[in-house]
C-alpha cells in the first residue's frame, strides 16, 4: 500500500475545503500545503495566517503560472481538488500540474453527483470531463461521494428556513439525498488516503440518507414546532430558471430540482462504504438538528 505523507490542498476557503484542511490538522500526521488565488488572500488573511501557525504551507499563486505550482508541488504525494465543480477549466490546470510535478493521487472532492445519476446531463458537463480526465491522466486516483455536505443543503439551499420554522420544497420532498457533516467528510477523506481500498476506486459513504420531508419532521421533533411546510411544483421551478438561467439567484432552485429529481447527492442508489472507515462515526440528520436548535434557543 502507498504511503501518503504529504497533501496540497486547492480550493481549501471554501466549505468543503476548509473542513479537509481541518481534518487534515486535527490528524496531525500529514503535511499540508494550500494554495490561495492572489486575489482572495485579502478576504482570507486571518485563516491563512491560523493555518501558517499550525504548520500548512501557503502557496499564492493562479492557476495559470504552471511552472510556480510544480515547483510548490515538489515532495507532494497527493493532489486534493475541492475547487467549485463548476470550474473546469480550472480542474484541468490543476490536474496538468499534478501530472507534470509527478504526485502519486488526485481527489476531486467536490463530487455532487454519481456517473449514474448523470445519465440525462449533457455530454460536456463538468463532472464527466474532470471525471474522465483523473481517469487517463496515469494518477492514482479515488473518488469520494459523501453526497450533500449537511449544514450547506439543509437550509436556504433547499428552501428550508429553520430559525423560522418554513419550508419551500421543490417537488414532493419524498427524494432520498445523502447527507454527511463537513467535518465528517473530513475524516473520511483522511480515513481513505489509508486505507488500501481506495486507490483507484469509487467509495460511497454518508452519515444519513433521508427525504426533506423526513428532515423536516426530524427538525419539528427537537424543535417541538410544527414546520409550515409548501410544496413547488418541479415544472413551474424549472420554467422560472429558463426564464433567467444565468442569475445566482437561481442556484438553490437548481440544487432543489435536481434533488427532486434525483439527480445528485445518490440517495439509495449505492451500499455504503461507511464500515470500511470504522474510525469516522458520522452525525446523523438528528444530530445536527439538536446543534442548530441549540444554537437557536442561546
Given at each position: 500500500?502507498?504511503?501518503?505523507?504529504?497533501?496540497?490542498?486547492?480550493?481549501a476557503?471554501?466549505?468543503?475545503?476548509?473542513?479537509?484542511?481541518?481534518a487534515?490538522?486535527?490528524?496531525?500526521?500529514?503535511?499540508?500545503?494550500?494554495?490561495?488565488?492572489?486575489?482572495?488572500?485579502?478576504e482570507?488573511?486571518?485563516?491563512a495566517e491560523?493555518w501558517?501557525?499550525?504548520?500548512?504551507k501557503?502557496?499564492?499563486?493562479?492557476?495559470?503560472?504552471?511552472?510556480?505550482l510544480v515547483?510548490?508541488m515538489?515532495?507532494?504525494?497527493?493532489?486534493?481538488?475541492?475547487?467549485?465543480?463548476?470550474?473546469?477549466?480550472?480542474?484541468?490546470?490543476?490536474?496538468?500540474?499534478?501530472?507534470?510535478?509527478?504526485?502519486?493521487?488526485?481527489?476531486?472532492a467536490?463530487?455532487?453527483?454519481?456517473?449514474?445519476?448523470?445519465?440525462?446531463?449533457?455530454e460536456?458537463?463538468?463532472?464527466?470531463?474532470?471525471?474522465?480526465?483523473?481517469?487517463?491522466?496515469?494518477l492514482e486516483?479515488?473518488?469520494?461521494?459523501?453526497?450533500?455536505?449537511?449544514?450547506?443543503?439543509?437550509?436556504?439551499?433547499?428552501?428550508i428556513?429553520?430559525?423560522?420554522g418554513?419550508?419551500?420544497?421543490?417537488?414532493?420532498?419524498?427524494?432520498?439525498v445523502?447527507?454527511?457533516?463537513?467535518?465528517?467528510?473530513?475524516?473520511?477523506?483522511?480515513?481513505?488516503?489509508?486505507?488500501?481500498?481506495?486507490?483507484?476506486?469509487?467509495?460511497?459513504?454518508?452519515?444519513?440518507i433521508?427525504?426533506?420531508?423526513?428532515?423536516?419532521?426530524?427538525f419539528?421533533?427537537?424543535?417541538?414546532?410544527?414546520f409550515?411546510?409548501?410544496?413547488?411544483?418541479?415544472?413551474?421551478?424549472?420554467?422560472?430558471?429558463?426564464a433567467?438561467?444565468?442569475?445566482?439567484?437561481?442556484?438553490?432552485?437548481?440544487i432543489?430540482?435536481?434533488?427532486?429529481?434525483?439527480?445528485?447527492?445518490?440517495?439509495?442508489?449505492?451500499?455504503?462504504?461507511?464500515?470500511?472507515?470504522?474510525a469516522?462515526?458520522p452525525?446523523?440528520?438528528?444530530?445536527?438538528?439538536?446543534?442548530?436548535?441549540?444554537q437557536?434557543?442561546?
Open positions: 500500500m502507498t504511503i501518503f505523507r504529504h497533501i496540497f490542498v486547492a480550493g476557503t471554501g466549505l468543503l475545503g476548509d473542513n479537509i484542511v481541518e487534515l490538522l486535527n490528524d496531525g500526521k500529514f503535511g499540508v500545503t494550500v494554495l490561495l488565488r492572489p486575489q482572495s488572500i485579502t482570507h488573511v486571518p485563516r491560523s501558517e501557525a499550525r504548520g500548512v501557503i502557496v499564492i499563486s493562479e492557476l495559470s503560472n504552471q511552472e510556480r515547483k510548490s515538489q515532495g507532494v504525494d497527493v493532489v486534493i481538488d475541492a475547487i467549485s465543480q463548476s470550474a473546469t477549466k480550472e480542474h484541468l490546470k490543476l490536474l496538468q500540474v499534478a501530472i507534470t510535478a509527478g504526485v502519486k493521487r488526485f481527489i476531486p467536490d463530487l455532487g453527483a454519481t456517473e449514474e445519476q448523470e445519465k440525462n446531463w449533457a460536456n458537463h463538468e463532472i464527466k470531463i474532470m471525471r474522465e480526465a483523473v481517469m487517463n491522466s496515469g486516483y479515488t473518488f469520494l461521494y459523501s453526497g450533500a455536505i449537511m449544514e450547506g443543503v439543509l437550509g436556504p439551499l433547499t428552501g428556513d429553520i430559525t423560522n418554513r419550508a419551500w420544497l421543490v417537488g414532493d420532498g419524498n427524494a432520498r445523502a447527507l454527511t457533516r463537513g467535518r465528517d467528510i473530513g475524516k473520511y477523506f483522511i480515513s481513505s488516503l489509508r486505507s488500501p481500498l481506495s486507490k483507484n476506486a469509487k467509495l460511497y459513504v454518508a452519515g444519513d433521508k427525504t426533506l420531508n423526513e428532515v423536516i419532521k426530524i419539528e421533533e427537537v424543535s417541538g414546532k410544527k409550515d411546510t409548501q410544496y413547488r411544483d418541479i415544472d413551474d421551478v424549472e420554467a422560472q430558471i429558463a433567467s438561467p444565468y442569475l445566482w439567484t437561481n442556484v438553490p432552485d437548481q432543489s430540482v435536481r434533488i427532486a429529481k434525483e439527480e445528485i447527492f445518490f440517495g439509495d442508489a449505492h451500499p455504503l462504504n461507511n464500515k470500511d472507515f470504522p469516522v462515526q452525525s446523523k440528520v438528528i444530530d445536527f438538528a439538536k446543534e442548530v436548535f441549540a437557536i434557543s442561546k
